[in-house]
C-alpha cells in the first residue's frame, strides 16, 4: 500500500472504516461486514487459504463492502491515514507461546501506539485471545497506552465462533475478550 492510503478513497465513499488484522478464515469480517453494509471494512492477512475463504464467501453472500489486503499487519497499519478508522479487530493472535518467540508477537506496546494513532476518537480495539500468558501481556501493552481506555470484556456478540475457540473450549482454555476505546 502507498503511504497514508485514505479508506474512502479506496472505497469511493465515506462511511465508517473496520479494520481487522489477521482475519484466519475471514468468518468474524464477513459477519461484521453483512451486517454493517453501510461500513467499509478491510481485512489484513498473509494466509492465502484464507483469503481464498475470504474472497469466496464475499462471492457467495454479495458482500461488497470488504477489501482483502495480503500483507504484513504493521505495514498495512503504517501506511493507513491517522484517525481514520473507527473499529480495529484481532481475534485469536498467533499466541508464540515459547519465550524466545514472544519477540514475534503481534499486539506489543509499540502496536497498542501504531494501532491507537490509527483510530478516530471514540474509535474502539476489540480482540480474543485464549492463551492467558498472552491476554495478560495483551492487557500490559493496550493497559499502558494513555489514548486507551478499556479491559477485559464480555464476550463481543458480533465475533463468531471460529476453530480457535472451538479449540479453546476443547483444551479448557479460557477465551478472554477485551475492548479499547480511544478516549484521547
Ligand atoms: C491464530 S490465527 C486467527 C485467525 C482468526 N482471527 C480467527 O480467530 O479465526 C492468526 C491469523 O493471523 C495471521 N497473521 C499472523 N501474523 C500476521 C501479520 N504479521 N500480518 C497479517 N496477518 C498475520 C495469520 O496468518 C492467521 O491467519
Redesign the pocket.
Known amino acids: 500500500m502507498d503511504p497514508a492510503v485514505n479508506a474512502t478513497e479506496v472505497f469511493n465513499r465515506q462511511a465508517p472504516t473496520a479494520l481487522?488484522?489477521?482475519?484466519?478464515?475471514g468468518?468474524?469480517l464477513v459477519h461484521f461486514a453483512g451486517c454493517h453494509p453501510q461500513w467499509n471494512c478491510i481485512g489484513?492477512?498473509?494466509?492465502r487459504p484464507?483469503i481464498g475463504s475470504l474472497v469466496l464467501q464475499c462471492e457467495q453472500q454479495s458482500i461488497k463492502n470488504i477489501r482483502i489486503v495480503e500483507?504484513?499487519?504493521?505495514s498495512?497499519l503504517e501506511c493507513l491515514e491517522d484517525n481514520s478508522i473507527e473499529l480495529i479487530m484481532?481475534?485469536?493472535?498467533?499466541?508464540w507461546p515459547k519465550k524466545h518467540h514472544h519477540k514475534r508477537r503481534?499486539v506489543t506496546p509499540a502496536f497498542a501506539t501504531l494501532a491507537s494513532s490509527k483510530l478516530n476518537l471514540g474509535g474502539r480495539m476489540r480482540l480474543?485471545t485464549d492463551w492467558l500468558p498472552y491476554a495478560e501481556a495483551i492487557l500490559e501493552a493496550l493497559q499502558g497506552n494513555p489514548e486507551l481506555h478499556g479491559g477485559i470484556s464480555e464476550r463481543w456478540p458480533l465475533r463468531p465462533p471460529?476453530?480457535?475457540?472451538e479449540r479453546a473450549q476443547r483444551l479448557r482454555h479460557c477465551v478472554q475478550d477485551f475492548c479499547y476505546t480511544k478516549v484521547r
Do not use: H
Not at 500483507?71 to 504493521?74: K, N, V, Y
Open positions: 481487522e488484522i489477521g482475519f484466519g478464515m468468518q468474524a489484513v492477512d498473509v494466509y484464507g500483507s504484513d499487519a504493521l498495512v484481532v481475534f485469536f493472535p498467533d499466541p503481534l480474543a471460529t476453530k480457535f475457540e
